[in-house]
């Protein structure tokens, strides 16, 4: 293997989106199919002896681009020389819970998180928060890495966006190949903003093709609530399905993209208030996500962005309140 492997960790590893995730990524989904991966598992203590147990299973796997798998508890020696991090490690929410509920929970985890990735990381490190509520947990690890740049800071938003491909392409009976321009806007949240007036199938706008009722009532809570309807019926949260959007994240952003949607730090476009990670229509290029500019935002999509934004903000403050920024 001439390649040098590339050091991907993952927190929470034990857990059950990293059960789903670590086996794609040393098969050589997450970056490719002819780039080794050197894998770094991060769990709690109690969880060590887990996270061994997936590794046992990783070895038995044989995986050619597998070059090695490193465990540990602490967030020093995981991100020491990490080239991407997926930041997944947190507890989950449960029925009748709202993912920012977990703020103060989960919030903790990710300061120090952010500050291991400052001091240890490599300096190509690109990281994706998995773990709710995810944008604002971005924020919180980014500002405890300043000597990272800001924009290697990522939230997803993309289970989202592929939820928002599958139901449109099951109203129009069209495969989801055949949709593009999807977005989502906003928090990842129940304020997210699925925007059909950008998607195009087949060429013509899908707003166009479908009712505004069933845009406004069905498309969007479904998008948006989606998430608790898994864990209604699953009676626990989705994993295998975050697993598969946190690998379309990661692979585009580092082999490029036309045009999906993650959550960036913004600079200010479209209205959002620079610094907030927020979902955008994203382009990827030269390893950079970019913003797509010029888009029309009519009055409806306007004060849907604006709900999910303001919660951000909402949520910036309450992490500052509690001193966790
Ligand atoms: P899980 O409870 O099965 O696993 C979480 C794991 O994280 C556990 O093994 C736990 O020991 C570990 N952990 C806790 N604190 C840690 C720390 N400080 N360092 C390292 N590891 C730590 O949960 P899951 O189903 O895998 O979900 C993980 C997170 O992802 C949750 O917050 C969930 O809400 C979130 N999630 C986000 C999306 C999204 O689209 N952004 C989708 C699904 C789930
Ligand atoms: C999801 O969208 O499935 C995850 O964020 C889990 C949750 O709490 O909804």
């Excluded at 939230?155 to 949709?179: F, G, W």
């Excluded at 946190?246 to 993209?257: E, F, K, Q």
């Excluded at 960036?264 to 994203?282: A, K, N, Q, R, T």
Aim: hydrophobic share 45%.
């Amino acid at each position: 293997m001439a390649q040098t492997p590339v050091k991907v960790t993952v927190t929470g590893a034990a857990g059950q989106i990293g059960y789903a995730l670590l086996f794609r990524i040393a098969s050589g989904q997450l970056l490719g199919a002819d780039v080794p991966v050197k894998l770094s598992l991060l769990e709690i203590p109690q969880a060590v002896k887990a996270a061994e147990g997936t590794a046992m299973e990783l070895d038995d796997c044989a995986f050619p681009l597998l070059s090695g798998i490193e465990i540990t508890d602490d967030p020093n020696v995981a991100f020491n020389g990490a080239n991407v991090a997926l930041l997944v490690g947190a507890m989950p929410r449960k029925a009748g819970m709202e993912r920012g509920d977990l703020l103060e929970a989960n919030g903790g985890i990710f300061g120090p998180q952010g500050k291991a990735i400052n001091d240890h990381a490599a300096d190509d490190i690109r990281v994706l928060v998995v773990g709710n509520p995810a944008n604002t947990n971005a924020l919180i690890a980014q500002q405890h890495a300043p000597d990272v740049p800001a924009e290697r800071f990522t939230a997803m938003t993309r289970l989202d966006h592929n939820r928002a491909l599958s139901q449109l392409a099951a109203k129009l009976q069209v495969p989801v190949t055949e949709i593009k321009k999807m977005t989502i806007w906003g928090n990842h949240s129940a304020t997210q903003y699925p925007d059909l007036f950008h998607a195009e199938v087949g060429g013509k706008i899908a707003a166009e093709l479908v009712d505004e009722g069933w845009l406004r009532d069905t498309f969007i809570p479904t998008v948006a609530k989606r998430g608790a309807a898994i864990i209604e019926a699953r009676g626990a949260s989705s994993a295998a399905s975050a697993a598969n959007a946190a690998i379309d994240h990661v692979y585009d952003w580092v082999n490029g993209a036309e045009w999906t949607s993650a959550a960036i730090p913004s600079d200010g476009s479209y209205g959002v208030p620079e610094g907030l990670i927020s979902s955008f229509p994203v382009a990827s290029r030269n390893g950079k996500w970019e913003i797509i500019q010029g888009l029309e935002i009519d009055a409806f999509s306007r004060e849907r962005i604006d709900a999910s934004v303001r919660e951000l903000e909402e949520e910036r403050d309450a992490v500052r309140q509690l001193g966790l920024i």
